[in-house]
């Protein structure tokens, strides 16, 4: 009764009217992307700082950071136009980690204050989610994306150079501790908070593709709604790691659908893209 009491309850957090949220795209919904959070607070080694955050995008520049007033302007314009009606998501997911930018919080703010309706969602790498979630749910932010690449804190060593943490650079484990303990915690509080809450994981081949089962069951018992895997794109220190194939995504998701909801139309987008999904 339980085990049907949490699908349900799953099942109630995916049919929102996002699109990102759905195992599948519906072609009905639009986002709007707002790129106002350039500063990152960790290094991840599949990261170049030029191009968006790999937490929600592929590479590709993007056009300009705004401030939080052009975000504003672009959100006026797209509602404005013919297909207006469509774009029900303002999401801020990059070029960097938006909770270490004030520019988000601004932005998310003068949205809701003109546009009320719309949903505002935030894609992070969890860091700092335990000491904003009170002001994120303050604001409405109602669905938020955090990459968790792996609970095993030497593995993530392999992943994140270094984690910015209270004014001090940790590196290594120490690093990897601190960061994973914030995004379980974070992860947690969004969900009790009633967000909800897709998880991203980037697949990197020889490095965190053993563990995921596990990774898997933490993050349900967390509270997570919807699991997202995707493929590493071998770039900056990973450029040397070949990118898992197709079918090796394929058979990840299907083994750990029995687990969580599986998101297979993820385009992993630019923090600039705008359009219906
Ligand atoms: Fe939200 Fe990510 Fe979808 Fe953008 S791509 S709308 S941040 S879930
Ligand atoms: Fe890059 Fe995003 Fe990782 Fe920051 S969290 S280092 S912006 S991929």
Same mark, same amino acid.
């Given at each position: ?201 980037? &697949?990197? /081949?020889? +490095?965190?593709?053993?563990? #995921? ?6 993050? @349900?018992?967390?509270? !997570?709604?919807?699991?997202? &895997?995707? /493929?590493? +794109?071998?770039?900056?220190? #990973? ?6 194939? @197709?079918?090796?995504? !394929? ?7 029995? +687990? ?18």
């Amino acid at each position: 009764q339980i085990e049907c009491l949490q699908r349900n309850q799953t099942a109630s957090h995916l049919n929102l009217g996002h699109p990102c949220f759905a195992t599948h795209g519906h072609g009905k919904t639009g986002r709007i992307h707002l790129a106002v959070a350039p500063g990152c607070n960790i290094s991840c080694n599949y990261c170049v700082r030029k191009f968006d955050c790999a937490n929600e995008s592929r590479p590709g520049v993007t056009s300009k950071v705004q401030t939080p007033e052009e975000a504003l302007e672009t959100v006026r314009k797209v509602k404005g136009s013919e297909m207006g009606l469509k774009y029900r998501v303002v999401g801020i997911a990059g070029p960097g980690e938006p909770l270490a930018n004030s520019a988000t919080f601004a932005t998310f703010r003068g949205v809701k204050r003109e546009f009320p309706d719309m949903i505002l969602c935030l894609s992070s790498n969890g860091l700092l989610l335990p000491e904003k979630i009170e002001e994120l749910t303050e604001i409405g932010v109602s669905h938020i994306t955090i990459t968790i690449n792996t609970l095993d804190e030497d593995v993530g060593a392999k992943i994140y150079s270094y984690v910015r943490w209270k004014g001090k650079t940790l590196i290594g484990p120490k690093g990897a501790r601190v960061l994973l303990e914030n995004q379980l915690s974070g992860l947690q509080m969004a969900a009790q908070a009633g967000m909800t809450v897709k998880i991203n994981t980037v &697949i990197i /081949p020889g +490095i965190n593709d053993k563990l #995921l089962y596990s990774l898997a069951q933490e993050i @349900k018992k967390r509270g !997570a709604h919807i699991h997202n &895997i995707v /493929p590493l +794109i071998p770039q900056a220190k #990973l450029s040397h790691i070949k990118a898992p194939s @197709k079918e090796m995504i !394929a058979g990840c998701r299907s083994s750990m659908s029995g +687990i969580l909801p599986q998101m297979q139309h993820c385009q992993q987008c630019r923090a600039d893209a705008i359009g219906i999904l």
